[in-house]
Every structure is written in structure tokens, then in C-alpha cells.
């Protein structure tokens, strides 16, 4: 708690804040695959939650939340990129030989596959948000679907991963989150301070846990749609 609470121009500071930003991140990526989920429970389901999203409200506080997190998401990888300019300033003369056995390859490329997560961020947004890359099968969505007159965001989905460049896109893009979420998941319990004595064992599997939850979640519903076994 103590870091937290340090001024942010302080290298503690922003660590604590790396942290605190991925920790809110890491929630929002298991939040967002358990309602993409619902694309196994048929149109209905996945429909109805698409449509409570956007009815909170009147569907202006659905764009908050995805600006905020956007706004996140950049704080978390600027201060990254802030605290490894850092670094490298205060050892302008890198070792000789660098003692890296036991640093992963996930954990020493954080900030490769953090750029990465935010070019398919900016992507994702722009084909199923906006609509942009996609407008074909974007507009689908919006022929009314059932009684209550939802937008079919099922067959939205569904279309969208049945293009075999974009499902491929995304299952690369779902390669490079699991070795982020691998090394990120937990490592903000080290940054707070709170992988000590027996939380060790524990927080030492938050990693590598979310992130196989995540590439084996998000692929399937990918795969899925790609292989017709959810189909419009």
C-alpha cells in the first residue's frame, strides 16, 4: 500500500501504478470472455447481453466504460514504456553477458507483446465496434432479431470469424495476450507487494492460469464460428 501512495514520478510510483492498471485489465479481459461465451448459449443469450450493454444508460455509459478502459490501457503501457526508458538511462552500458536463466521470454518482451495488444485493441475495436474493417458484416447485425427487436450481434460474430484472414488475426493476436497475461497476471502481486510467504505458491500460478483460460476460451469461440460448429 505504501508504494501506491508514492508520488508518480517516482519509479515505485509508476510500478505500483503498472500494476494497479493490469490488475484492472486483466479483470476486464475475464469479464469480456465469460459474455463472448454466451455465443455457445445461442443468439438469444449472447443478443440479450449485448443489449443490456448498451441500454445502461441509454447506452452512453457503455462508451464510458470503453473509453476508460482504453484510457487504462494506454496509462498501463506508457508507464511501462516510461519506467523502461528509465532503466536503460540509469545503465546506459548494458552487461556483457546478461544472467536471464530463469527470466521467461514472456517476461522479458512485455513490451513487445503489450504494442501488439494494443494494434489489436485499435483493430477489434474497429471491426466489431465501429464497424470499419468489416461493414458487410457488421451492418448484419442491425436486421432486428426476434420479439423484442434486438440486433443480432450473434450473427455478427458468427460471419465475422467465418472469414478465415480475420479468425486467423485473431487467433495470433490470442497467442501474443496469453504470453502477456503469462508474465502480467501476476506479476502486479509482486509489484504490491503481495506474493510473500505462503501467497507465494499461489500468486506464482495466477499467470499462467489466466492466461491458458483466455487463449483456450477466446480460440474456441474463434474456431467455432470458423468451423461451423456455431453457425447462423
Known amino acids: 500500500m505504501n508504494a501506491m501512495l508514492t508520488p508518480v514520478n517516482s519509479s515505485i ?26 455465443v455457445f448459449a445461442g443468439r438469444n443469450a449472447i443478443n440479450e447481453y449485448a443489449h443490456f450493454l448498451h ?26 514504456i516510461l519506467l523502461r526508458f528509465e532503466n536503460r538511462r540509469a545503465r546506459p552500458v548494458r552487461y556483457a553477458h546478461e544472467d536471464t536463466v530463469q527470466a521467461t521470454w514472456a517476461s522479458r518482451n512485455m513490451l513487445l507483446t503489450g504494442l501488439v495488444m494494443l494494434f489489436f485493441v485499435l483493430y477489434h475495436l474497429a471491426h466489431f465496434t465501429l464497424g470499419w474493417t468489416s461493414p458487410v458484416t457488421f451492418k448484419g447485425a442491425f436486421p432486428l432479431h426476434g420479439p423484442d427487436q434486438l440486433p443480432d450481434v450473434y450473427r455478427m460474430v458468427v460471419l465475422g470469424f467465418q472469414n478465415p ?4 488475426l ?63
Open 55 to 80: 441500454e445502461m444508460g441509454h447506452g452512453v455509459l457503455i462508451w464510458v466504460v470503453r473509453l476508460g478502459l482504453l484510457g487504462v490501457f494506454v496509462a498501463h503501457l506508457a508507464l511501462a
Open 13 to 38: 510510483g509508476k510500478k505500483a501504478l503498472v500494476g494497479v492498471t493490469g490488475m484492472l485489465l486483466v479483470l476486464f479481459v475475464l469479464g469480456h470472455l465469460t459474455g463472448n461465451l454466451l
Open 170 to 232: 485473431y487467433l495470433v493476436a490470442q497467442l501474443f495476450l496469453c504470453l502477456h497475461l503469462w508474465h502480467g497476471a501476476g506479476s502486479w502481486t509482486q509489484t504490491l507487494g503481495l506474493n510473500r510467504g505462503k501467497l507465494r505458491g499461489f500468486t506464482s500460478l495466477i499467470g499462467p492460469v489466466v492466461a491458458l483460460v483466455v487463449l483456450v476460451g477466446n480460440s474456441l469461440i474463434v474456431l467455432a464460428c470458423l468451423l461451423g460448429i456455431v453457425s447462423v
Open 165 to 168: 484472414v480475420v479468425a486467423g
